[in-house]
């Protein structure tokens, strides 16, 4: 079993939807990171968290420590929020979730 | 501006002739990392620096070294590649490992080895 699992693995949906994708782990943690990458490759840092709740315009994250879970929000996602969405746990060395492929449809 | 530069972003080259892939970064960060991302698997660590001459494996070292002379670079090199070397490599880097801070990502290299 992966120490890092992202669900769903693809979500397809509409723009305006809101999206949640969800990221569980199993080990302890100090910290947790959500990024995205492009179509093209790059990867961009979203959010670091150790606790509670981050929002950065039409995205919010959340980490529940205690269930061992944390959520990645889109409020009225558009079509370039089109990207693969990947988990990462910090515990002593990073480890990375397999990510989530997001599609915005117009 | 705050930036991790990797280069070539594309390279096809044969099997057996080495090639160095350079990364550097102008955030005075302690720590950089060389990951390579296949389909299906994700991101694997292929090794690691936490300072100036510090370097270590990661998950997936066989056939790469690195080397850490400087604090802003952190080459990669395949003495002599192979097809299951063909991947999209990424160089990163944050101030520094202990409490998993901001990450910084290069663009990526895709390296084809033929």
């Known amino acids: 079993k992966n120490e890092v699992e992202q669900s769903p693995q693809n979500l397809t949906a509409q723009e305006g939807e809101f999206i949640t994708i969800n990221c569980s782990y199993s080990?302890?943690?100090?910290?947790l990171h959500w990024l995205q990458q492009h179509p093209g490759g790059g990867i961009v840092s979203l959010f670091m968290?150790?606790?509670?709740?981050k929002k950065h315009g039409r995205l919010i994250a959340t980490i529940n420590i205690q269930e061992k879970h944390s959520s990645l929000h889109i409020t009225a996602s558009h079509p370039r929020d089109s990207a693969v969405y990947i988990c990462?746990?910090?515990?002593?060395?990073?480890?990375w979730g397999a990510g989530t492929k997001l599609i915005i449809k117009p | 501006e705050a930036q991790v530069t990797q280069n070539p972003r594309y390279l096809i080259t044969v099997t057996g002739k080495k090639l160095t892939v350079t990364c550097s970064q102008n955030?005075?960060?302690?720590?950089m990392s060389w990951y390579r991302q296949d389909p299906g698997l994700g991101l694997r660590q292929i090794y690691y620096?936490?300072?100036?001459?510090?370097?270590d494996k990661g998950d997936v070292p066989e056939g790469y070294k690195v080397s850490r002379k400087e604090k802003r670079n952190f080459p990669l090199i395949l003495e002599s590649p192979s097809p299951n070397q063909t991947s999209l490599y990424f160089c990163?880097?944050?101030?520094?490992?202990?409490?998993?801070?901001?990450?910084?990502f290069g663009e990526g290299s895709w390296l084809t080895v033929v």
């Open positions: 990163a880097s944050s101030l520094n490992r202990v409490f998993g801070n901001t990450i910084y």
């Open positions: 990462a746990v910090f515990n002593y060395q990073l480890i």
């Open positions: 968290l150790s606790s509670g709740k």
């Open positions: 620096s936490m300072n100036v001459e510090v370097t």
């Open positions: 080990v302890g943690i100090s910290a």
């Open positions: 955030m005075n960060h302690e720590y």
